[in-house]
Structure formats: structure tokens, C-alpha cells
């Protein structure tokens, strides 16, 4: 367990070392391109593998995700 912990630690580091980069690529007119395709494909198959009973909170889930991510909610 040793060696996640000291993953996990060096993973948090470098968050906090580069949030700053991190907001700005998160915020990015790019990232909102391959967000939308992401999101939207993960939000498609979850339709799908549900027979569409979950769809609204599919949708809902789709629009938090879409508004973190990129430069348009």
C-alpha cells in the first residue's frame, strides 16, 4: 500500500504545483472539442445501456460535466 500512497501523495504535488496550468487547459477552447465528444459518447452508451429509464438524469450528470470542463456551458 506503501507505493499508492506515495502515488497518491506525488499525484496531489503535482496538482497543486501547476493548478494554475491545469485551470488554464481545463478552460481551454480545446479541451470543450473533446469534452463534448467525450461526454456525449459516455452520455449515448449510458442511454443505451439503460433502455433510456435514466435519461433525464443522464442528461443532467452530461450538462455538470460539459460546464466543468472547456469554455461553454
Do not use: C, H, Y
Not at 1 to 29: C, H, P, R, W, Y
Not at 58 to 67: E, K, L, P, Q, W
Amino acid at each position: 500500500m506503501g507505493a499508492l500512497d506515495d502515488l497518491t501523495k506525488k499525484a496531489q504535488d503535482f496538482i497543486e504545483e501547476n493548478k494554475d496550468q491545469i485551470e488554464e487547459v481545463l478552460n481551454s477552447e480545446q479541451a470543450e472539442e473533446v469534452s463534448d465528444k467525450i461526454i456525449g459518447a459516455v452520455s449515448d452508451a449510458a442511454k443505451k445501456v439503460t433502455g433510456g429509464r435514466f435519461d433525464e438524469q443522464i442528461d443532467g450528470a452530461a450538462a455538470t460535466a460539459d460546464n466543468a470542463v472547456g469554455t461553454e456551458p
